[in-house]
C-alpha cells in the first residue's frame, strides 16, 4: 500500500539586518497583518514571487508583491529551503 504524501514542509524566514530594522518600524496592525500574511505565502511557496534581473555572481533575488494587501518583499531562497528576506520595500 503506498505511502501517503507528507505534508510539504514550509519554508524559514530570515531577516537582514536592514529588513530587520525595516519590521521593527512598523507600528500598525494592519501593516503587520499584511505583511504577515505575505511572509506566508513565501514560506508556503518560496517561488511565487518572481525573479529579479541580475547577475549569477550572488544570491537570486526574487521579489513578491501583494496588490492588495500592498505589500512587496525582496527575498532569496537558500539551498536549503531557507527564505532569506532581504527588505520590506513596501507596506
Known amino acids: 500500500m503506498p505511502q501517503p504524501h507528507s505534508p510539504r514542509r514550509r519554508a524559514q524566514i530570515a531577516f537582514t539586518d536592514s529588513a530587520a530594522k525595516q519590521l521593527d518600524a512598523i507600528t500598525r496592525e494592519a501593516e503587520l497583518h499584511a505583511l504577515d500574511r505575505a511572509l506566508v505565502v513565501i514560506s508556503v511557496d518560496p517561488d511565487a514571487g518572481e525573479p529579479l534581473p541580475g547577475n549569477s555572481t550572488g544570491p537570486r533575488l526574487r521579489q ?13 531562497v537558500t539551498a536549503l529551503r531557507i ?9
Open 64 to 76: 513578491y508583491v501583494d496588490d492588495i494587501e500592498r505589500v512587496r518583499l525582496v527575498y532569496w
Open 83 to 91: 527564505v532569506v528576506v532581504v527588505a520590506f520595500i513596501e507596506v
